[in-house]
């Protein structure tokens, strides 16, 4: 073996060598429970074949192109396990669209890019540097003496190599044989399907992942199995769920104005907590103790690739969110019939109000056929401080009032107003003199100590914005519902689990963490309750349509009124995957293979794991609940019926 080639192959070698740690170290990034030594050696091969590949090509840059490879790679796995830390998901190039809007979460990205992800690109400056400066020595070697160059062929990656016999050489010589490496994957991937683990391979290993991506991308397969099985009996279910039916609380909002607080991140734990004595949301507490308020505090997020504005639209629409990119972006044109609409159908005004830019989420465009009338956003405000990326809550609570007076003059009928808070967006980094509360020493700089400051003061402006309501003259003719959009601090977080879990006094799940409070005020009204039924944010419509009173028949919906409600499930597809499943009792969180027998099940009072077996049915039923719901978007379904 000559000495280019052994240095080529002692160069894809110590490449391979170097992939197969972070293939060890992703795999844990990214929690692969099931399979992980075979998900490891698959990767390896394939990035072995295609280093090999490479090295035998007619490339006059094999070298270049390797680095590239490998640099890619490298930064592949970073980006990943950053995004599987905040949403335990993976990458899609179908979130290509989205990088523009990373630019306001750059803070939260700095925390989630800690020293052990970062293990996987901490080479790459080194050996860039060290591939500029050989190419250097090469380049003075060339301009050598023949006699001269012949004692410089000393190099890293030939030292100790011998040209004949058994060796390291001769190994690397087989091993970087494609054909070889090409035969082992296809066997690899054959033993795998014999065995029924396909599957953990394309949900989890990194090229297989990516392909397969790409392949549904290029042919826009959604994998929606109910594809064409939405029957005419879903239709009919899905317009019962909608109409209104006389029941309790039916109606005692009707002809009132409708003002819908969508705050940032607002977790159910905070309401009621004492923190050393120090009440987190004092005004929330209050108004949950009114008797003119409903507290539903078994209440649960449901969003989809959008975070907020999925939280928005299945809210507003009681619909399932996209997958593949925010719904706003996604289904933008298609026909819908929402909480504005049916207001509005009733003679209601309906504003929304954001304090950030209009074109965030698609938010200006996707209101349109939402059925909103203005966008009242960033350019309609006065911006004196800013928490975060966006207008501090209290400045956003008191200039909007100004717009809602001019909206409850615009003529007689009432209306409908739809705000959304900022402040207590992640990371939760809140001015020194917003801070409030006396953090434990433990808690200094955690998530947890940051998300109670944050969600304290926007506590303090939602009460400063009720009192506000009250002085305009506002507040008697106006029911008030307020809900978190989603969770604050994430229950797969190694450092932040523990803290949360002592905290609360029992384990942090994804049970605890999806959970968000909605309360419905109706002042004047004795109906003071703490509703413990099952929900979701696809329970929000139907919910307060039936306190509003008015009938929906044009509409699809799938959740339920709550206050008429005596069974319901929610079926989560963020963080849980599809096919989970929450009950009134249990939960059944569904492994990220995609295998069920791997999934696991818990008591939801005890949390003790039960067998997951007595899932099986209800399973598939959401798995068809949501394809249902994938298939009115992507069919435009309302618009059919209409």
Not at 83 to 111: C, D, R
Not at 173 to 196: D, E, T
């Amino acid at each position: 073996m000559n000495y280019e080639l052994n240095k080529k192959g002692h160069k894809k070698m110590i490449y391979s060598l170097l992939l197969t740690l972070k293939f060890i170290l992703y795999t844990n990034l990214i929690k692969v429970e099931y399979n992980r030594i075979s998900i490891i050696i698959t990767s390896s091969l394939i990035s072995a074949l295609i280093l090999s590949l490479i090295y035998r090509s007619k490339s006059k840059h094999k070298s270049r192109n390797s680095l590239i490879f490998y640099s890619v790679v490298s930064i592949l796995m970073l980006g990943n396990a950053t995004y599987f830390a905040h949403f335990n998901n993976l990458l899609s190039v179908k979130l290509i669209p989205q990088i523009p809007q990373l630019k306001t979460v750059g803070e939260n990205l700095k925390i989630l890019l800690d020293m052990k992800k970062l293990l996987l690109i901490i080479d790459l400056p080194i050996i860039i540097l060290y591939r500029f400066f050989t190419r250097s020595k090469v380049r003075a070697k060339d301009s050598m003496h023949p006699l001269q160059r012949s004692h410089s062929n000393v190099n890293l990656f030939n030292v100790g190599a011998r040209p004949q016999g058994f060796s390291i050489s001769s190994i690397i010589n087989f091993i970087r044989r494609p054909i070889v490496l090409g035969v082992a994957v296809i066997a690899l991937f054959a033993i795998f399907n014999i065995n029924g683990t396909i599957n953990t391979i394309k949900a989890q290993e990194l090229f297989t992942y990516h392909l397969v991506d790409i392949k549904n991308t290029i042919t826009k397969d959604e994998k929606v199995e109910a594809d064409g099985i939405l029957t005419k009996a879903d239709i009919e279910d899905l317009k019962s769920r909608a109409s209104l039916k006389e029941g309790n609380l039916t109606g005692i909002g009707k002809g009132k104005n409708l003002i819908v607080l969508q705050v940032e991140a607002f977790q159910n734990f905070a309401v009621g907590l004492t923190y050393d004595g120090q009440e987190i949301t004092p005004n929330i507490n209050k108004l949950i103790e009114d008797k003119s308020s409903i507290y539903y505090n078994n209440y649960h997020q449901m969003i989809g690739r959008g975070n907020t504005s999925d939280a928005e639209f299945v809210s507003q629409n009681s619909l399932y969110p996209s997958m593949e990119e925010p719904t706003y972006t996604q289904y933008v044109n298609n026909t819908y019939y929402g909480l504005p609409w049916l207001l509005r159908d009733n003679g209601y005004n309906a504003w929304v109000f954001h304090g950030y830019k209009a074109d965030y989420w698609n938010r200006e465009e996707a209101y349109v056929n939402q059925g909103f009338q203005r966008f009242i956003s960033e350019k309609d405000f006065t911006f004196d401080d800013i928490i975060g990326f966006g207008l501090k809550d209290e400045d956003f609570f008191d200039q909007s009032i100004h717009y809602l007076k001019e909206l409850d003059k615009k003529d007689e009928n009432p209306f409908y107003a739809f705000m959304i808070t900022l402040s207590s967006h992640t990371p939760f980094l809140m001015p020194e003199e917003y801070q409030t509360l006396k953090i434990r020493e433990e808690h200094k700089d955690t998530m947890l100590g940051n998300y109670l400051q944050a969600i304290h003061y926007t506590d303090k402006e939602i009460g400063r914005f009720i009192e506000s309501l009250k002085r305009e003259g506002l507040y008697d003719d106006t029911v008030i519902a307020i809900y978190g959009d989603h969770f604050a601090v994430l229950s797969t977080d190694e450092n932040e689990q523990p803290i949360m879990s002592d905290l609360l006094g029992e384990r942090y799940d994804f049970d605890s963490m999806m959970n968000i409070p909605l309360i419905i005020h109706v002042p004047g009204e004795d109906i003071h309750e703490i509703n413990t039924t099952l929900g979701s944010q696809l329970d929000f419509y139907p919910t307060i349509a039936n306190i509003m009173g008015y009938n929906n028949e044009k509409g699809l919906v799938f959740g339920r009124d709550l206050n008429n409600t005596e069974e319901n499930y929610v079926f989560p597809q963020t963080y849980m995957l599809k096919g989970s499943v929450i009950t009134d009792t249990s939960v059944l969180e569904i492994s990220r293979d995609g295998i069920f027998e791997h999934s696991r099940a818990y008591d939801r009072e005890t949390r003790k794991e039960i067998d997951i077996n007595q899932f099986k049915a209800l399973s598939k039923k959401a798995e068809e609940e949501i394809n249902k719901g994938h298939y009115i978007l992507k069919h435009d379904t309302l618009k059919e019926l209409k």
